[in-house]
């Protein structure tokens, strides 16, 4: 494929890029989440006061083969890629003199691309993290189930969320600012949120889902404080908010891990996550 394939849109034509690849991405809504939750928040949300990202498709004879969104000073997320289409791409954006920090997608594209983008500009790939991507097959709740339940969070709620999310970005090594003035562009602020709750209300596990487009509806973050761990409470969070969103609609419930993380990862088995594909960031020196 030639370069001139990839056609660029600004945040503002949102809708117009949904017209052209919106089905694209919906065909495939378990690997497609990321892309699928970023366009619908540009739709719904805007860009928070951000400047918003670019987005790009691969389009030939009036077929789609790909997308990629990139944020000004962030990195370059991409759906699969040949080495081929990677190549191409790496040569348009080189061609548009853009920069970027790092790459993100299914591990095999995100391995083509950076061996592309080291070719063409020089910049050193560095491996930062494997992801796993899960999907629910069948729902299966811990037994013994923690006593307590799930509570959706209110507005009274907002400091100890934001408390929380500070404290899962430092643990994923996530560099975010998180206060009530960055809150609306971070990532963290389009979801809805549960806590898990102790018998006498107090507060030991949340979990955040995105909202439901195409059919998917994405967990994310997961967190409990290192001090609770280990008594059931981020299963049962994450019990709960599978339930609501499959109540709400969705087709299809996914999650990311950290594959060098195994107990996240025997966790999410054990109620009933299914192993998707690998996905792998690298950073660009």
Wanted: proline share 7%; net charge negative; glycine share 8%.
């Amino acid at each position: 494929m030639r370069s001139d394939d990839w056609h660029l849109h600004l945040t503002e034509d949102v809708d117009d890029f949904l017209a052209r690849a919106g089905e694209f991405l919906r065909s495939r809504p378990v690997l497609h989440t990321t892309p699928l939750s970023v366009t619908e928040k540009l739709r719904t949300q805007g860009t928070g006061g951000a400047q918003g990202p670019v987005l790009g498709r691969l389009e030939r004879a009036g077929e789609i083969h790909a997308t990629f969104h990139r944020f000004p000073s962030r990195g370059l997320f991409v759906t699969p890629l040949t080495p081929d289409q990677a190549d191409t791409l790496a040569a348009h954006l080189v061609d548009l003199g853009y920069s970027l920090p790092y790459v993100s997608a299914d591990h095999d594209t995100a391995t083509a691309f950076a061996e592309a983008w080291q070719k063409r500009t020089g910049a050193t790939p560095t491996p930062r993290v494997r992801l796993h991507l899960y999907r629910l097959g069948t729902l299966t709740p811990p037994e013994p189930f923690p006593a307590g339940r799930g509570r959706l969070l209110g507005e009274r709620d907002h400091e100890h969320l934001m408390h929380w999310c500070r404290e899962f970005a430092a643990d994923v090594e996530e560099d975010v600012v998180i206060d009530a003035a960055t809150w609306a562009g971070t990532r963290f602020a389009e979801k809805s949120y549960t806590f898990w709750e102790t018998p006498d209300g107090t507060p030991v596990s949340m979990a955040g889902v995105n909202p439901t487009v195409g059919g998917q509806a994405r967990i994310d973050p997961v967190y409990t404080p290192a001090h609770l761990r280990g008594r059931g409470y981020a299963a049962a969070v994450t019990v709960e908010v599978t339930r609501a969103a499959l109540t709400a609609g969705a087709k299809e419930v996914v999650l990311y891990t950290n594959a060098a993380n195994p107990t996240s990862n025997a966790l999410y088995q054990r109620l009933g996550y299914v192993r998707v594909t690998d996905f792998a960031v690298y950073d660009f020196a």
